[in-house]
């Protein structure tokens, strides 16, 4: 859709302006049922349309992303624009400089719609956390989007945002995007810089694109991975993955694991088979693989992540950022109301468990083995690759479940994760895209696991998919500005 917008424009078929006025009436229409969006910036993204006009109007060249609307996950921070969490304690937060990635979209010009909601500091799986009123699935409202990244998800499926930015520490990409039949990728560790994303588990977070297209997600993929002084982890990737998304992928082994498919839904098993037998007919070679320390994910993931948590968000004191409490005697007093107040159960909930796993005493028992256990899984996965290309799951065991429903199942939450985790504490890519509607009109989506900095490879993957299987999941809301329109 990007590059169809991007020749509209080039084409003067539609200014950017108009595009812009478009995708804001839209979010005036949808968005109430919807609540993909917690911030919407109006003025600024009509001023940042008119820049991309004038550059059309004088005859100058513009790149892809230029004039084209988009959104950013809620933690991704963007100077004098809130950047809230969807937390109480940032609720009225303004940041003073701009995250990394969304100084590279600001060079391109791209339109700036406004701030996605997303679960309470990156923390849950359904967008229910967040301060605000959660996201709901543009497929059916009565269900949730997913999380933490939903907000970004709901708006680009339901075609309120031409793409996003979501961040991803445990599946917060990939499970939404699957919920809400988009095309979401986390990328390898260190090759998106999280300058400016707040931070939840430092050594598992990473940004990456959400878009309805694997073309798409790598046009903005590339524009992003790019190597930046100020985050020290961050490398970039070292080749554009666009210029690979029609690579011929006759011949790629994809290495089945049986551990992934333990929990999965019989419907979102059989949607995932078919993909399998999609690529068989392309000419991928199917592998059996096994990952025997995959079951422990799900806990190494939720003690590491916590530790980390609890560490990150000591900075929220009522100090330096956010809120602080109206009253109170000592500063101990007011540290103690400020977070009390600010912050929901489940961030409290990850804090006393990360606190807990590092405390003296517990620190070996928990932190320490689940690190160790953190290797196995790394090492078990570089021997996996010894033997396939890539490694295809279902991103999620289920469909997007009713909304309120995880609060009466909490366990529900932690299990949607239980195929995305093991990627992060691996710190290798993954791509979540759809494969099919389930019998109560839901997508579904598949994942594909690639070795470090195998972006390109992945989106060439989910691009072939696409164009064999040939099918529309997200929503045509606006009028008048689809190519077959105009
Ligand atoms: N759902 C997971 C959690 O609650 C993952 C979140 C994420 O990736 N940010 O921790």
């Not at 790598?218 to 666009?242: H, P, Q, R």
């Not at 498919?261 to 693989?289: M, N, Q, R």
């Not at 021997?383 to 799951?393: E, M, N, P, R, W």
């Amino acid at each position: 859709m990007i590059l169809e917008f991007n020749r509209l424009l080039k084409e003067k078929k539609i200014s950017s302006k108009e595009l812009t006025k478009k995708y804001l009436n839209a979010i005036k229409n949808v968005d109430d049922e919807l609540n993909s969006y917690v911030t919407v910036e109006e003025e600024f993204a009509l001023n940042s349309a008119d820049v991309v006009d004038e550059k059309i109007k004088n005859n100058e060249e513009i790149s892809p992303l230029e004039g084209i609307p988009f959104t950013l996950k809620d933690n991704i921070s963007t100077k004098g624009i809130k950047t809230t969490c969807c937390s109480k304690i940032l609720e009225n937060y303004l940041p003073i400089y701009d995250a990394f990635v969304w100084e590279r979209l600001k060079e391109n010009n791209a339109i700036l719609l406004g701030k996605a909601n997303m679960d309470e500091f990156a923390m849950g799986s359904t967008c229910e956390t967040s301060y605000f009123k959660g996201a709901k699935n543009p497929h059916n409202t009565k269900c949730v989007a997913g999380g933490s990244s939903g907000g970004v998800t709901a708006a680009v499926g339901a075609g309120i945002a031409a793409y996003g930015l979501g961040s991803d520490t445990g599946g917060s990409i990939r499970q939404p995007s699957s919920f809400c039949g988009v095309v979401g990728l986390k990328p390898t560790y260190g090759a998106v810089s999280r300058f400016g994303l707040i931070a939840f588990a430092s050594s598992l977070d990473q940004v990456g694109p959400i878009a309805t297209s694997a073309q798409d997600a790598a046009l903005v993929y590339d524009e992003i991975a790019l190597k930046d002084n100020k985050d020290t982890t961050s490398t970039g990737l070292k080749e554009k993955t666009f210029p690979h998304l029609n690579d011929e992928i006759s011949g790629v082994k994809i290495g089945i694991a049986k551990e992934f498919f333990s929990y999965v839904d019989e419907e979102v098993k059989a949607k995932v088979d078919e993909a399998i037998k999609t690529y068989e007919k392309l000419g991928a070679k199917i592998v059996e693989i096994s990952l025997p320390s995959l079951d422990f994910s799900l806990v190494v993931y939720y003690i590491i992540a916590s530790a980390e948590a609890s560490s990150n968000l000591g900075r929220y004191d009522g100090i330096r950022y956010g809120i602080r409490a109206n009253s109170y005697g000592s500063i101990h007093e007011m540290i103690c109301k400020t977070r009390s107040e600010g912050f929901g159960r489940e961030v409290k909930r990850r804090i006393l468990l990360g606190t807990y796993v590092l405390s003296s005493g517990f620190y070996d028992a928990y932190y320490k083995k689940a690190n160790l256990v953190r290797g196995k899984i790394m090492r078990e996965f570089k021997d996996a690759f010894k033997s396939c290309d890539v490694i295809l799951t279902p991103t999620s065991p289920t469909t997007a479940f009713e909304a309120g429903y995880s609060k009466k199942d909490p366990v529900l939450n932690y299990m949607a994760d239980i195929c995305t985790v093991p990627v992060n504490i691996a710190g290798i890519p993954a791509i979540s895209f759809p494969c099919g509607i389930s019998g109560s009109n839901l997508p579904i989506g598949v994942q594909l696991i690639g070795p470090h900095f195998s972006e390109a490879k992945l989106l060439n993957m989910a691009n072939i998919f696409e164009k064999e299987t040939n099918r529309c999941y997200f929503k045509k809301v606006l009028k008048g500005v689809y190519p077959d329109e105009i």
